[in-house]
């Protein structure tokens, strides 16, 4: 085969690879320029790479809402943020995932999601000292930079020449952290010494680029055929539910189909039950609806797609189920009560449940500990 033969077939090979690659960009490497962004921050402004122009270095994270590692290294960020800003340091946070391309089942970790309204109010929650900013629209800023998950750090010198890229440190748990990757790649570069470890592992959740969309949309169809039972039950039964004699956290709520609160409230519990149903907790509904009109309540559910634990309560008489929750419901409706292992109440709420204050009760029981 004759050599420019063979290096055409190359070349078409490496246009290939690199088109198959293209939902899987390859990180910066040690050395290469930091790539310009103009991006929109939750502060509302925009913000630019020139923005940064007068720090001595540049940290640039590569994070998210939804990742539980990434909520496990929030406080460190913060405080790296505090430690080193007297000193010419800017840590910059980026959020690079498509919101489109995550399941509900991957946020079981977490209150939010990754859009840009989601970054504003984690932003707000969590107190972050460092500008958080948005790529999730077209992702072209992180698809430069090449974050293979979240949190991954990249950290440029005076000239914006990329001296390291990895992890914070080696561990999420804090417990276990040995080697302080970041605070000691910034301590050399201020004065001057070599970088101690230029590149290492970034250990976090993948960065969900716009090519998993199809994966998200096929994972909507699939929860969509799951069956949608209604069953009745009685004063022991809502008395047993009470009681929670399981190890999982339990939300408990009492709705009927003409009670227009509960029809508004009613897509946030299914996007809670699919959020959380693959962890430690249950979403429990009891239509308080006449028992004769079980067919009206369980279309309601079908249209829903509430597919889970539904029961409609078998009796006229409401005192029976006032006295089956133990005097907790008052007649109110809708009626929330999140339920511990073992019976203890978190909490109750009168009237339509507020979503985010109700997932964060959730996550607050059931989240997963760093220490």
């Not at 970790?109 to 309204?117: K, N, Q, V």
């Not at 930079?145 to 080696?170: A, C």
């Given at each position: 085969?004759k ?11 490496l246009?290939?690879?690199n088109a ?11 050395g290469e ?8 921050g ?5 913000h ?10 540049l940290?640039?994270?590569f994070?998210c ?17 505090k430690?080193y800003k ?7 946070a980026i959020?690079p995932?498509?919101?489109l391309?995550v399941?509900?089942n991957?946020?079981g ?8 309204e ?6 707000e ?5 460092f500008?958080?900013l948005?790529?999730?629209a077209?992702?072209?800023?992180s698809?430069a930079?090449g ?5 991954h750090?990249?950290?440029f010198d005076k000239?914006?020449k990329?001296?390291?890229q990895g992890?914070?440190d080696?561990?999420?748990r ?7 990757y970041?605070?000691?790649t910034?301590d ?5 010494k ?13 960065t969900?680029?716009?090519?998993k969309?199809a994966?998200?949309?096929d ?6 055929m799951?069956?949608?039972?209604l069953?009745?039950i ?5 008395a047993?539910i ?5 190890d999982?956290?339990r ?8 009670c227009g ?9 299914v996007d ?11 979403l429990i509904?009891?239509?308080?609806d006449?028992?004769t009109e079980?067919d ?5 559910l079908?249209l ?5 634990l ?10 029976l189920?006032?006295?089956?929750t ?5 007649g109110v409706l809708?009626y929330?009560?999140l339920?511990e292992?073992g019976?203890?109440i978190v ?6 449940i507020?979503?985010?204050?109700t997932k ?7 989240g997963?500990?760093?220490?």
């Amino acid at each position: 085969m004759k050599r420019h033969t063979i290096a055409a077939l190359v070349g078409i090979l490496l246009l290939a690879l690199n088109a198959g690659a293209a939902g899987k960009p390859q990180p910066l490497k040690i050395g290469e320029p930091a790539p310009d962004f103009n991006l929109p921050g939750v502060d509302g402004k925009q913000h630019t790479l020139r923005e940064y122009d007068q720090a001595e270095l540049l940290v640039i994270v590569f994070t998210c809402n939804h990742c539980p590692t990434a909520q496990a290294y929030e406080d460190r960020i913060i405080q790296i943020t505090k430690d080193y800003k007297g000193k010419g340091v800017a840590v910059v946070a980026i959020s690079p995932n498509d919101p489109l391309a995550v399941r509900l089942n991957e946020m079981g970790y977490s209150d939010l999601g990754d859009t840009l309204e989601d970054n504003m109010l984690r932003a707000e929650h969590k107190k972050f000292n460092f500008p958080y900013l948005y790529d999730g629209a077209n992702q072209k800023v992180s698809r430069a930079y090449g974050p293979r998950s979240t949190p991954h750090v990249f950290i440029f010198d005076k000239e914006r020449k990329l001296r390291y890229q990895g992890g914070i440190d080696n561990s999420d748990r804090i417990r276990l952290v040995k080697e302080h990757y970041v605070r000691d790649t910034l301590d050399a570069l201020l004065v001057g010494k070599p970088v101690p470890k230029e590149t290492t592992p970034a250990f976090g959740c993948s960065t969900k680029w716009s090519d998993k969309r199809a994966a998200v949309v096929d994972y909507m169809k699939k929860i969509a055929m799951e069956k949608v039972e209604l069953k009745p039950i009685g004063p022991d039964g809502v008395a047993a539910i009470m009681k929670n004699d399981t190890d999982k956290l339990r939300l408990v709520n009492l709705w009927a189909t003409w009670c227009g609160p509960c029809r508004e409230e009613f897509p946030d519990l299914v996007d809670i039950k699919r959020m959380y149903s693959h962890r430690d907790f249950e979403l429990i509904t009891i239509s308080v609806d006449n028992p004769t009109e079980k067919d009206k309540v369980l279309e309601f559910l079908q249209l829903q797609q509430a597919s889970g634990l539904n029961h409609i309560f078998n009796d006229e008489d409401k005192n029976l189920l006032v006295e089956a929750t133990e005097s907790r419901w008052p007649g109110v409706l809708p009626y929330t009560i999140l339920i511990e292992p073992g019976g203890r109440i978190v909490f109750t709420q009168e009237g339509a449940i507020d979503a985010l204050e109700t997932k964060r009760a959730i996550v607050g029981i059931i989240g997963r500990t760093y220490k």
